[in-house]
């Protein structure tokens, strides 16, 4: 209509909440009662997040394409698969939520470096890489054993499996823990832990030493009797 003034919802910029600005008072009565005030820039620590799941479907991937000499049912491949995108999903809710993400909107994480000064980021991505790379590497190490001919009939202690017959368990066990202590805290971390290393210490290391001892015999006894450690060295 002529001479009414027509609001433009397109143009204009919104003006910040009160409690989004960090000179306000509602900033400030946020963080004195415990609450975390919420971001929506793409920050590089969700950038992070996303490369932690991405590393554990390629190391997945890559076992079994290259490792793995066992055939798989699709029902298994199924229950694997959802195992692990339950568990990353979880992962990657926690790392949005303020209460349990080690990242929050009131630290400088602009760069990818000042991400790494949270604490709990920083130990859980150097646990992580070397969880990760312990359990391929040691994996690649036996395979590459079990390859050649002149080893046939004889089970492998050598390698990093010489620090734990079971190290790839442990290994596994590190990272899933350190990609929670990345995206949940401590808390969350503690209980992927916990979960895990009770799994396979009272369930996946006892089979796979009954099987062991009964296909090899005296030569896997022999391994156990010098490898001191079953799944971590220094701890189990």
């Not at 001479?3 to 000179?23: A, F, K, Q, T, Y």
């Not at 400088?108 to 130990?123: G, K, Q, R, Y």
């Not at 290393?197 to 996946?204: E, K, Q, V, Y």
């Amino acid at each position: 209509m002529p001479g009414e003034h027509l609001r433009d919802n397109v143009s204009g910029s919104r003006n910040r909440h009160p409690w989004e600005d960090p000179s306000s008072w509602a900033f400030a009565q946020q963080m004195c009662s415990g609450n975390t005030p919420y971001s929506a820039a793409l920050q590089p620590y969700y950038g992070l997040v996303t490369l932690l799941s991405l590393g554990s479907s390629i190391k997945q991937i890559l076992h079994m394409v290259f490792i793995s000499e066992q055939a798989m049912d699709v029902g298994s491949a199924f229950t694997i698969a959802l195992f692990n995108t339950i568990l990353n999903t979880i992962n990657t809710l926690l790392s949005l939520w303020a209460v349990t993400s080690p990242v929050t909107p009131v630290l400088d994480s602009s760069s990818f470096i000042n991400t790494l000064l949270s604490p709990p980021v920083a130990v859980g991505v150097a646990a992580y890489a070397i969880g990760l790379s312990v359990e391929a590497i040691s994996e690649f190490q036996r395979k590459a054993f079990k390859q050649d001919p002149r080893n046939k009939g004889k089970p492998y202690g050598g390698g990093l499996f010489s620090l734990a017959t079971n190290i790839n368990y442990g290994a596994y066990t590190v990272w899933r823990s350190a990609y929670a202590l990345t995206c949940g805290g401590f808390v969350w971390s503690a209980t992927t832990f916990a979960f895990f290393f009770r799994d396979f210490a009272t369930r996946g290391v006892p089979v796979l030493d009954e099987y062991m001892t009964q296909r090899y015999g005296d030569a896997y006894r022999d391994i156990k009797s010098r490898v001191r450690y079953s799944l971590i060295p220094g701890i189990y």
